[in-house]
């Protein structure tokens, strides 16, 4: 069987079927040729996958990024991050980070992040002298912290196949994605005085305080998801459709900005996401039913263990395995097949499933940052209107911050497991 799958695999990639078709179609032909299972059970598997209330969270997550893309949310923390940070040399850059932190941390999604906050401060970095390089490889990488800062949709969806719990993941998320976010500004303000780039005006104390006042609501929504989240107040799901009434309430009542007429292509465009979100669930969780009927995971846990010795070599082995694979498919397929078959062998190296999955999810942010496949990378290039080369070089010294803090957040733990451990275990 395991050649079957192998097989099919390598032929259905190379002719660009996409990645839930396939499973089904790999599932489906070994189940035909090397059992008696009827046919049948993998439309029963299908349900079963999508039979779960955690689920709701992601297209409740979506809609309220969609509808804060459409709305002023993302203006209003820009201009307030700005008048904090905007008037010293490469405040503006900074500014542009920032507010990436503020948005994934009320959106989830990190095309969203980078739509958002990225068709704003693009043309402002540029006007305000930054080059466009530059400003595109920032913008482009700080947006990808939406996968990374919680509430995160990767995140839930590693959870599913790895029945985590999805509030530790959310907590596991908060160092590793400031620590990124650090990284990113003191880069930023290093660029900034090697090349001279000149500062913004000095706000005043009320302009401050008018854009912290047109800003609350939007810095208040992470305040009410993740502390009712992390209090027991509600679950993750409940927090996403309390995301999505918060959004859409102060959109359409308070910054008025956004009209009914703005709902159905905001609709639209997160039943779209999520239908593809959810179909590669379900045909990623068949695929984990099959491997797991056949005993794959324990025989792959055992190889590991017979031939890597240690830990650390095997969290290299995964971080290069990933690596490489985020450069030839989405590298959420790759960590929704990838992670069950390494849960079994998690134990015998005592590493944490939690600190897997944020390892897992930081190399799913460079596989949306590197070509062919990078979906920031796509969603930059429409935003900027530059071509693929361009946004490229432009993300490439930025993939080198974030292998640093690759490697610091797998072989330190402790950054990704302080606050569950302290607030949740």
């Known amino acids: 069987m395991m050649w079957t799958i192998v097989a099919g695999f390598i032929l259905l990639m190379l002719s660009g079927m996409p990645v839930g078709v396939m499973l089904l179609v790999v599932t489906t032909t070994a189940l035909a040729l090397h059992t008696s ?38 203006r209003r923390l820009i201009a307030f991050v700005q008048s904090l940070v905007g008037w010293f040399p490469g405040g503006l850059a900074v500014a542009g980070v920032l507010a990436c932190i503020f948005f994934a941390a009320i959106s989830g999604s990190g095309p969203a992040t980078v739509v958002a906050i990225g068709s704003i401060m693009y043309p402002a970095l540029v006007e305000a002298g930054y080059e466009k390089r530059f400003s595109v490889g920032l913008l482009t990488t ?12 990767p995140m839930i969806l590693y959870c599913l196949v790895m029945n985590t719990s999805v509030a530790e ?77 918060y959004s859409l309430f102060v959109e359409m009542f308070i910054h008025r ?73 989405d590298t959420v397929s790759a960590v929704l ?12 190296y005592n590493i944490d499933p939690v600190h897997f999955g944020v390892v897992m999810v930081l190399n799913m942010e460079f596989g949306m940052l590197t070509p062919p496949f990078g979906l920031n990378l796509f969603v930059a290039m429409g935003m900027t209107g530059e071509d693929m080369g361009t946004v490229s070089r432009g993300v490439l010294p930025f993939l080198a911050i974030l292998l640093v803090c690759l490697v610091l957040v797998t072989y330190i733990p402790e950054i990704s497991l302080f606050l569950p451990q302290l607030f949740l275990r």
């Open 142 to 153: 700080a947006g990808s912290l939406g996968i990374i800062i919680p509430p995160s949709i």
């Open 337 to 348: 097949v990838l992670a069950p078959l390494f849960a079994e062998t998690l134990g015998g």
């Open 37 to 74: 299972t009827p046919l049948h059970v993998v439309s029963e598997q299908l349900f079963n996958a999508l039979d779960n209330f955690v689920l709701l969270a992601i297209p409740f997550f979506i809609l309220a990024g969609a509808i804060m893309t459409k709305g002023a949310i993302a």
């Open 257 to 329: 900005e956004l009209t009914l007429g703005d709902l159905p292509a905001a609709c639209k465009q997160a039943a779209i996401l999520s239908s593809c979100l959810l179909f590669l669930l379900a045909a990623a969780m068949t695929f984990n039913w099959l491997l797991t009927a056949e005993q794959v995971p324990s025989r792959i846990a055992a190889f590991i263990m017979a031939n890597i010795d240690s830990s650390w070599a095997f969290l290299l082995m995964v971080n290069v395995l990933l690596l490489v694979l985020g450069c030839f498919m």
């Open 169 to 245: 993941m959310f907590m596991a998320g908060i160092a590793p994605g400031l620590l990124i976010g650090l990284a990113l500004v003191v880069y930023t303000l290093a660029q900034a005085r090697r090349r001279g780039w000149r500062m913004g005006e000095r706000p005043t104390l009320a302009r401050v305080a008018t854009t912290a006042r047109e800003g609350f609501w939007a810095i208040l929504l992470p305040v009410i998801v993740l502390g009712g989240i992390y209090t027991g107040a509600f679950t993750p799901t409940e927090a996403a459709a309390v995301s999505v009434a």
